[in-house]
């Protein structure tokens, strides 16, 4: 089956930082999707970016269809940013997620 | 309703015990998953709905793990003889459509707050 990657597994920053979250993949998808789980467990929809650019304030991703990967651009960060971030793909027609094992980031005060 | 809302947030089971668990999607979302989320792991897949129809099944670990959708709409994911490596949070997604839909709409995946299942 497909292979999802996620790099780094951990990253710890100082407040105000910027970041680079990458999602590699191993075959053509039909649809991405970034979360953010926060520490109660909730999975926070970041982006559905299948290719392209999209921006949401300090948050922006870009998703290379053609290469396989996505990044996920974190800037200026927050302590609220903190959790665990993961990519997700869709293959096939009927919908199911494959997750990567995500990045789990900690802002520092 | 405004989200995905599952039931209970948690729960405590004895090793054999049954359980049901339960998702209320999205009010109008056609596909329903279930997915299960060990300690420091990525979710994994267990079961989709089209509708009422269980489309696929393919990732439930045991015949003890049953779930089901009656009318299209709110779904409950059951175990039974619970076992200790049953001990995982247990999302629910639901989206507008299926990636095979031909009337429109977004695949994009929305979830629950999950249940946190541990057996003792």
């Known amino acids: 089956g497909i292979q999802v990657e996620q790099s780094p597994p951990d990253l710890i920053l100082q407040e105000g930082a910027n970041s680079t979250l990458r999602c590699n993949f191993s075959?053509?998808?039909?649809?991405l999707q970034w979360f953010h789980q926060n520490p109660w467990g909730q999975l926070i929809n970041l982006f559905y970016i299948p290719s392209g650019t999209k921006q949401n304030g300090r948050l922006s991703a870009t998703t290379v269809a053609t290469e396989r990967y996505s990044l996920l651009y974190i800037s200026s960060s927050q302590t609220t940013d903190s959790g665990v971030y993961f990519c997700?793909?869709?293959?096939?027609?009927?919908?199911?997620?494959?997750f990567g094992k995500g990045t789990k980031l900690s802002v520092k005060p | 309703g405004a989200g995905v809302s599952q039931s209970p947030r948690y729960k405590v089971a004895k090793r054999g015990q049954d359980v049901a668990l339960r998702c209320d999607p999205i009010?109008?979302?056609?596909?329903l998953f279930w997915y299960q989320q060990a300690l420091g792991q990525g979710p994994e897949f267990l079961t989709y709905?089209?509708?009422?129809?269980?489309?696929?099944k393919s990732g439930l670990p045991s015949d003890r793990f049953f779930a089901e959708r009656p009318e299209g709409s709110v779904s409950t994911l059951k175990i039974q003889r619970t076992q200790q490596e049953d001990s995982a949070v247990y999302l629910c997604a639901s989206s507008l459509r299926s990636g095979q839909g031909v009337d429109g709409g977004s695949t994009e995946a929305f979830f629950g707050q999950g249940t946190r299942l541990t057996v003792v």
């Open positions: 075959d053509s998808v039909n649809n």
């Open positions: 997700a793909v869709m293959r096939g027609s009927q919908g199911n997620l494959i």
């Open positions: 009010s109008g979302h056609v596909s």
């Open positions: 709905f089209q509708n009422e129809a269980q489309l696929d």
